[in-house]
């Protein structure tokens, strides 16, 4: 099996899943090509999946340790719906056809920790192995590197700061992944491989303005994720509040493709968007990078003008159903089943 393959059909991704050994470990990405974490999702991939080709062309086993798929969840949406797929870029990690691990937006860290985790392992299942068979294992793992860590738009409760109104108007920001520093001299075992140096000078102050650049950039990316983008409370296909679920609906009926992010699942662009935006509710609907307001503003806009959003949307043949899906995939950084 080649190290990666993109799926063309259902017929295709079955033929691999049969195929794989038990010892592969699968690595399926669902993307969509209109969003753009996607697209960085598959920067990410291409990079980890060169290291372990390299690693392998360079090791006396004739085995790959680990394959990846690449799977369009808008064409193959009977393959995407089997596994739960609301969000993308959406990672799944297979071994022996049992599903491993879930990794939702493109965050690089969790990324290459979570293939890490697992293709290092790659034909040790089921089998003890002595230290010196372990350690050959673990040689298969891509080699240590230093990177600096760009920002990442991210991705997939109801209470009384958030409510459908919201003010038209653009915002102008960029963040980054926020990373964990381990605390103590030595790693422990939920601490990252690798952690930001603390540069000579640096105070808590100039961390806390940097961690907010950080979150400004990371904001900014997210609300240019696709060409509309809407923050809710919950997923639209489980809306979390009312007024997410009228604006979801009103979407639709204009047969408008968008984006989603459902806030519930981040607190830290929930809290930090209502600064970014200066709009501290939700939902909130944004085309083109810039803020058209909540559900009480795209109502006005729908009623003023009858074309307001239809630039984006579906096309649609004569008497026929839509060419696409009405409801876009998006990007989310929330766990299972929210970038």
């Not at 159903?321 to 995939?329: G, H």
């Amino acid at each position: 099996m080649s190290l990666t393959h993109d799926i063309t059909n259902d017929a295709d991704f079955h033929d691999q899943l049969r195929r794989a050994p038990d010892s592969l470990l699968l690595v399926v990405n669902f993307f969509a090509h209109w969003a753009a974490p996607c697209k960085q999702m598959h920067t990410i991939l291409t990079e980890l999946a060169s290291s372990y080709s390299s690693e392998s062309a360079s090791s006396s086993s004739s085995s790959e340790p680990i394959a990846f798929l690449h799977v369009n969840a808008e064409d193959l949406v009977a393959v995407a719906d089997s596994y739960g797929v609301e969000s993308v870029p959406y990672l799944v990690l297979i071994r022996g056809g049992e599903v491993l691990e879930t990794v939702s937006g493109s965050n690089q860290t969790q990324v290459r920790s979570a293939i890490e985790k697992y293709a290092g392992k790659a034909g040790a299942a089921g089998r003890e192995q002595p230290k010196a068979a372990a350690a050959a294992t673990t040689a298969q793992l891509p080699p240590a590197q230093t990177v600096e860590i760009k920002p990442h738009p991210g991705h997939a409760h109801n209470d009384g700061d958030d409510h459908g109104h919201g003010g038209s108007g653009g915002a102008n920001g960029t963040n980054g992944t926020a990373i964990q520093i381990p605390s103590g001299d030595a790693p422990g075992p939920h601490d990252p491989s690798t952690a930001h140096e603390m540069k000579a000078g640096t105070t808590p102050e100039t961390s806390a303005a940097s961690a907010k650049e950080e979150l400004h950039n990371r904001l900014s990316s997210l609300v240019k994720a696709a060409p509309v983008m809407l923050f809710m409370k919950g997923t639209p296909s489980v809306p979390q509040c009312g007024f997410s679920r009228q604006l979801v609906g009103l979407l639709r009926e204009r047969g408008v493709r968008y984006g989603f992010f459902n806030i519930l699942a981040d607190e830290e662009v929930r809290q930090g968007l209502k600064e970014f935006a200066d709009w501290p509710t939700f939902p909130q609907l944004w085309t083109g990078g810039e803020l058209v307001g909540g559900l009480d503003i795209v109502k006005e806009e729908v009623e003023k003008d009858p074309n307001f959003l239809m630039e984006y949307a579906v096309k649609r043949q004569p008497g026929g159903p839509d060419s696409a899906p009405a409801s876009a995939l998006a990007s989310t950084q929330a766990p299972t089943a929210t970038s």
